[in-house]
């Protein structure tokens, strides 16, 4: 027997674009929709009875989220984050070792500002491994021309910042790079 009386939600679709599903597991399309509740009689919405809070529907499972969901980067992005994050420190380390015992002069206030540009985004969503792997790398390309000089263990310590590592364990990862033969 029908329902003869109660409250059903209608939907409506407010915008749509690419997301990381967390219930697929992958990069999908989403639609943003905004729900309102009416008062339906003979399942015939009648009545505005208020209004749902904006949810992110994946295309695929149908599965719907909070909106938050949106400020994860999906793979292609974060894959295209990390590639340009150990660029940049990369350039970071060897800009530093071409200025070799000159330093960087006003340079590295850039050096810095760019470093967070690029490694800021992407540090949120990293594990720790991740950070720490990406110091190495730039830690390894430094110690190429000897050990540490103070404007690369400056540089160093930006990223590790950038990163989010504290400063222990900053200082505990370079020791280990300069440790490890290469």
């Known amino acids: 027997m029908p329902h003869i009386w109660g409250v059903r939600t209608t939907w409506r679709t ?4 690419e997301f990381f599903c967390p219930g697929c597991g992958g990069d999908r399309s989403y639609l943003r929709r905004i729900g309102r509740h009416r008062f339906a009689l003979l399942g015939i919405p009648l009545l ?6 904006t949810v992110v529907e994946c295309a695929a499972c149908r ?3 909070r909106t938050d969901v949106l400020g994860h980067p999906t793979t292609t992005r974060f894959s295209a984050m990390l590639r340009d994050a150990v660029h940049t420190v990369a350039l970071a380390v060897l800009a530093v070792l071409a200025a070799g015992n000159e330093g960087i002069d006003g340079s ?6 760019e470093l967070h540009e690029v490694l800021d985004p992407l540090a ?3 594990a720790p491994a991740g950070s720490e792997d990406i110091l190495l790398q730039g830690a390894r ?16 310590a930006a990223v590790g910042r ?4 504290s400063h222990e364990d900053t200082e505990r990862l370079l020791a280990i790079a300069a440790r490890t033969p290469s």
């Open 14 to 17: 407010v915008g749509d674009g």
């Open 48 to 53: 505005p009875r208020g209004t749902t809070e």
């Open 63 to 65: 599965t719907c989220f």
């Open 108 to 113: 590295g206030t850039a050096l810095t500002i």
């Open 124 to 126: 949120p969503h990293l």
């Open 141 to 156: 390309i430094a110690l190429a021309g000897g050990p540490y000089t103070p404007s690369e263990r400056q540089t160093l």
């Open 162 to 165: 950038a990163l989010l590592l």
